[in-house]
């Protein structure tokens, strides 16, 4: 299994006859993404990569049973679009745009939420299921199948992480990247939610880094009770306090938030912390080993696809 | 993108709420404070710690206050001169509040806090107490209240505080604020409530709909010297260290593990620059080495990019086009990993570079480079 997303997702692209969503549309699909329409107001009736075009996403559904949408538009109209998707029915929505506006993804999230609808993004690269199915534009070769949930704050920093996973026999279950704004559509606690649920899936590995509280639902996590192993990773060390690093909520506003008070808060839950990038296998290594007690009939290396 | 503290007081008092009605002073500027004495001298920075620093003064008279305006501007906080200073009443205190509204993952939006016994201390003290409510549509006076029930034993206080939390909801959606901190809200001996101290942040991504925000950017991007200009037209995302290695990294995530490994190799970063957001491509990399040849603090350049939507031939290619261009020697080295990196190699041999395997092979260049240059 994995996690909100699967071979089963019927998706459609809000966006596609732009650059990135022509391009999804081609690579995602070769990964085995099942993509079943596309939308752009005003090309309806034409065709991209193989994928038949309409007006909006009620006229795509109906006419598809697309069930999931992947959304390509500039950041002032990721509002809109990621709202027509989930008052359509949509059960998953993907967005990786980066610059939207803080006070609108609130409004997407209190919808989400309303609606009983899954949110991945803003400012992501997405979601993939190695092996599966891929929502975003992460690139395919770093990733393969296995028994590791991966949750990311920073699109660039899993890419390199999950590299390190494969070349290492670490296979993933499914790899989010919840992205790096103060409001997410899935948050970390969300996302470890889905996990812990998820039977195929063994431990967890976390990307988080300085600035927000995200790493307290962490900590929480592997706090309770039949938590299954956790990993993580903080970046941000060397970072000064009160200066944005890049990402809107990677600002060290107050001493929880720095890097010595997020690992000493991870490490006190039991998390298996890795001191820095170069450690991350080691601290997957620890945190599987702690379950391989309990499962051992499961296998815990995977091969690389 | 944070205001200046005279700047977030303007949009305070924009909204009904009080602040020390104050004047600000430019360098060099030596008009004298109309009004009576004492008054705060006021370094105007972005950033905290200000006052723990000596950022802000005060002055019984009119020689003492141009000896604190001229004190503070030969100050620098954290790297930054202060662009003008604030002139203000110096208020009679009975006691010092702390309220503030900011976005929390866990409130699904945002957050009010407050605590009784505000400050410079604020963080030494027990935490605010929190009101997590989310959208601004959910925010409820009667909620507010009953969390503010719990910190706040004086009921006429609590009355203003809720008033002015249901303003600074309203301030925020409307003015797309991602912080506004008033620290101290001071209760005056008239118990009358004051923002002596502001810190509002706006939302830079709702610039494009939002003229004000929009000209705190053009603002920022005029104070820059002309090469951090450039780069910051690039959209790059740049903050100046106080080490040597110029790094040029895609992604905040790994811009960040990068700087980590590079001070765990006993190097140190010069600056925070993700080039990812703006192009990819020769004229989004131009002004960032530009930048950094021309900085002479930097002794070394090490570009460090996985890319996933960006190709790593194109950015081997953009490169190879730059380094003609280039009107300094300092080394760079390369650690490029991503979609299509096997061209890679092939692209950065035709100018004499390698690339790295790992990046912890780069950084240990990159630090050895830096060492040998110093």
């Not at chain 1, 409004?107 to 609808?117: D, E, H, M, S, W």
């Amino acid at each position: 299994m994995s996690i909100l997303l699967d071979r089963s997702n019927r998706v459609l692209v809000q966006g596609v006859t732009g650059a990135m969503g022509t391009f999804f549309v081609e690579d995602a699909g070769r990964y085995g993404t099942q993509i079943v329409a596309g939308v752009s107001p005003g090309r309806d009736g034409t065709v991209v990569g193989g994928v038949p075009v309409f007006k909006n996403v009620a006229a795509a559904c109906a006419a598809t049973g697309a069930d999931t949408s992947m959304v390509f538009v500039p950041p002032a109209q990721v509002l809109g679009a990621v709202v027509e998707a989930i008052e359509a029915g949509c059960r998953l929505v993907v967005a990786t745009a980066d610059e939207v506006p803080v006070r609108d993804a609130i409004a997407i999230r209190t919808l989400a939420r309303q609606k009983g609808a899954a949110f991945v993004g803003p400012n992501t690269p997405g979601i993939i299921s190695p092996g599966k199915a891929k929502m975003g534009f992460m690139p395919s070769f770093c990733y393969a199948p296995g028994r590791v949930g991966v949750i990311s704050r920073s699109g660039s920093l899993s890419y390199e992480s999950c590299k390190r996973l494969t070349l290492n026999g670490f296979g993933q279950s499914t790899v989010i990247g919840i992205g790096g704004d103060p409001i997410k559509g899935t948050t970390a606690g969300e996302a470890l939610g889905h996990f812990h649920a998820d039977p195929e899936t063994d431990a967890i590995l976390y990307l988080g880094e300085i600035g927000g509280s995200e790493e307290e639902f962490v900590a929480a996590y592997a706090r309770s009770t039949g938590a299954k192993p956790v990993a993580a990773l903080i970046v941000g060390a060397v970072a000064p306090p009160g200066k944005k690093m890049g990402h809107a909520a990677a600002l060290i506003g107050s001493k929880a938030e720095g890097h010595a008070a997020k690992l000493a808060l991870l490490r006190n839950a039991g998390v298996h912390v890795a001191h820095a990038l170069e450690g991350v296998v080691d601290a997957m290594r620890s945190a599987l080993a702690t379950c391989q007690s309990h499962n051992q009939d499961i296998p815990l290396r995977s091969k690389r696809a | 993108m944070l205001m200046l503290e005279h700047e977030a007081k303007a949009l305070l008092r924009f909204v009904g709420i009080e602040t020390p009605r104050g004047e600000t002073r430019k360098a060099g500027e030596r008009r004298p404070w109309g009004g009576a004495y004492p008054i705060a001298v006021k370094a105007q920075v972005p950033g905290g710690g200000r006052g723990k620093q000596g950022g802000v003064l005060r002055a019984d008279d009119a020689q003492q206050m141009q000896r604190a305006v001229d004190e503070i501007f030969g100050m620098s906080f954290a790297g930054e001169v202060p662009s003008a200073v604030l002139l203000e009443p110096w208020v009679p205190i009975r006691r010092e509040l702390y309220l503030s509204l900011a976005v929390d993952a866990q409130a699904d939006g945002y957050v009010l806090l407050y605590a009784p016994q505000g400050g410079i201390h604020i963080e030494d003290g027990p935490p605010p107490t929190a009101y997590r409510f989310g959208a601004p549509e959910a925010f409820r006076v009667h909620e507010f209240r009953a969390v503010l029930e719990s910190c706040e034993s004086d009921y006429r206080v609590r009355e203003k505080v809720v008033v002015l939390g249901q303003r600074l909801v309203a301030t925020a959606a409307a003015h797309d604020c991602t912080t506004i901190e008033i620290n101290p809200l001071a209760q005056l001996e008239s118990d009358e409530l004051v923002a002596l101290d502001a810190k509002i942040v706006r939302d830079e991504w709702a610039a494009f709909r939002n003229t004000a925000i929009k000209n705190l950017i053009d603002e920022e991007h005029t104070r820059a010297d002309p090469y951090l200009r450039a780069s910051l037209e690039m959209k790059h995302m740049y903050v100046r260290l106080d080490g040597d290695i110029g790094l040029i990294s895609g992604g905040a995530g790994m811009t960040m593990a990068a700087m980590d490994m590079i001070a765990a190799q006993g190097g140190r970063p010069a600056c925070f620059l993700d080039a990812s957001p703006g192009p990819t491509s020769t004229r989004g990399y131009r002004p960032a080495i530009a930048m950094l040849d021309a900085d002479p603090a930097v002794k070394v350049i090490l570009v460090s990019i996985f890319g996933g939507g960006t190709q790593m031939q194109r950015v081997a290619n953009a490169m190879k086009e730059l380094m003609p261009e280039r009107k300094s020697d300092k080394p760079m080295v390369f650690r490029l990993d991503g979609t299509n990196v096997h061209e890679v190699p092939g692209i950065l041999a035709a100018f004499g570079a390698r690339n790295c395997d790992t990046l912890e092979e780069a950084v240990g260049e990159a630090v050895r480079l830096a060492r040998s240059a110093a």
